[in-house]
């Protein structure tokens, strides 16, 4: 299985600090998501990376690829009590159907 | 823009019964597809559609059935409701199966009693 797996599963930090996530995955890939999702919300797309990329931006995130770890970090600098939330990896394999396949998730709470 | 949109929110069935989950998109997507979430398991792929009368079994479809006669609906189908289905449901699309953000409906919390 492609399947991406967080790490680590739950994450408490003090408001303004960066937070940290990592995602592992298992076989060759095109390209790795991340989504956050509010308690009892449906899941919002963050950034998406191909595997031809190593880093990308946007706003206070920050993703990194490194396809010969087969691994993925999502940087989320100065947070916010508003960044407190779940946090999917979800990864797509090379050929064309490969479906996205997503990890079980990081728990992030950001305190006051 | 309503994007995804998914009825009903909250609903709660006997063992035995079934039910059609609704599940529409205003935007012209090809590409859509049903999760099932559980506590610590991420989302789960559950059946899939690249297209209008094209579908296609995800990684657990067992107990579930789909169709999509129009690109814009693609429902979900519990043919009889076992405990084992109580999850929360979200319907997901995207403009295309490969390389794009998929979009995510606010979810159906489903009770099989």
């Known amino acids: 299985s492609q399947q991406g797996e967080e790490d680590p599963q739950a994450l408490s930090i003090q408001e303004g600090e960066n937070a940290t996530m990592n995602c592992s995955y298992k076989?060759?890939?095109?390209?790795l998501q991340w989504y956050r999702q509010n308690s009892g919300r449906g899941l919002v797309h963050l950034i998406l990376?191909?595997?031809?990329?190593r880093e990308k931006h946007s706003g206070r995130l920050r993703v990194t690829l490194d396809t010969s770890k087969k691994s993925s970090s999502l940087l989320i600098t100065a947070s916010r009590a508003a960044d407190t939330a779940s946090y999917f990896c979800?990864?797509?394999?090379?050929?064309?159907?490969?479906?996205?396949?997503f990890g079980p998730g990081t728990s992030l709470s950001v305190i006051p | 823009n309503a994007g995804v949109t998914q009825t009903p929110k909250f609903q709660v069935l006997k063992t035995g019964q079934s039910m059609t989950l609704q599940c529409a998109q205003d935007?012209?997507?090809?590409?859509m597809s049903w999760y099932r979430q559980d506590p610590g398991m991420g989302l789960r792929l559950i059946h899939y559609?690249?297209?209008?009368?094209?579908?296609d079994q995800g990684e657990v479809p067992n107990g579930y059935n789909v169709s999509r006669s129009t690109t814009e609906d693609f429902p979900l189908r519990l043919l009889s409701a076992a405990p084992s289905q109580t999850s929360v449901y979200f319907c997901?699309?995207?403009?295309?199966?490969?390389?794009?953000?998929?979009?995510f409906g606010q979810g159906t919390r489903l009770t099989v009693v």
């Open positions: 559609s690249v297209g209008a009368g094209i579908t």
């Open positions: 935007m012209n997507h090809e590409y």
């Open positions: 997901a699309s995207s403009y295309s199966i490969y390389g794009t953000e998929a979009f």
């Open positions: 076989t060759s890939i095109n390209n």
């Open positions: 990376i191909r595997s031809n990329e």
């Open positions: 979800a990864t797509q394999g090379k050929t064309s159907y490969d479906k996205v396949i």
